[in-house]
């Protein structure tokens, strides 16, 4: 019974570690989601993963947000059977959920035409991105946000009845 309780703490940390480094990403910065927005290399020297969201701000009148796929991207296709996703409230976050190549167009006439296009690079955790560390016998120390650290706790607490 207690190696199960282990388990399921153990788990809980690895979900609650993964969600403490997800990080919030505004497409476009100030400048939003907008038009020429591919000139304008915003993704560049970024590391996305997975659980980070993209938000996307624009005028809703004026612009969508649709994830598609890599030839509909490269083509600025903007027919609905190969949209993956849609949005349109002007204010949209877009969680990334899993690794690999993630294509975003707005599909208002032209608009993809004009660069309004974002494609990024999603990997599976951070941790997967560093370093191997190198072998040392100093001691080794992390780092945990306090909504973790407070998470973690609580779920010791739970598991200690």
């Not at 990024?120 to 306090?146: F, H, K, N, Q």
């Not at 650290?149 to 200690?160: E, F, I, M, S, T």
Request: hydrophobic share 50%; aromatic share 8%; glycine share 8%.
């Amino acid at each position: 019974m207690a190696s199960k309780q282990v388990l399921l703490l153990l788990a809980a940390v690895a979900c609650l570690a993964s969600l403490a480094s997800a990080t919030p990403w505004t497409v476009g910065d100030a400048g939003g989601w907008r038009a020429k927005f591919n000139e304008t290399g915003w993704a560049n020297g970024k590391t996305f993963v997975v659980g980070d969201t993209l938000l996307f701000v624009y005028p809703k009148e004026n612009h969508t947000v649709v994830k598609v796929g890599k030839d509909a991207f490269a083509a600025c296709d903007l027919s609905a059977n190969l949209q993956l996703g849609n949005w349109t409230s002007g204010s949209d976050v877009v969680t990334l959920d899993k690794p690999g190549k993630v294509w975003f167009i707005c599909n208002k006439p032209n608009h993809c035409l004009n660069g309004m296009k974002l494609a990024i690079d999603v990997a599976e955790s951070a941790a997967a991105l560093a370093p191997a560390p190198a072998s040392s016998s100093a001691p080794v120390s992390y780092t945990v946000g306090a909504a973790a650290a407070a998470a973690v706790v609580a779920a010791a607490a739970v598991l200690a009845f």
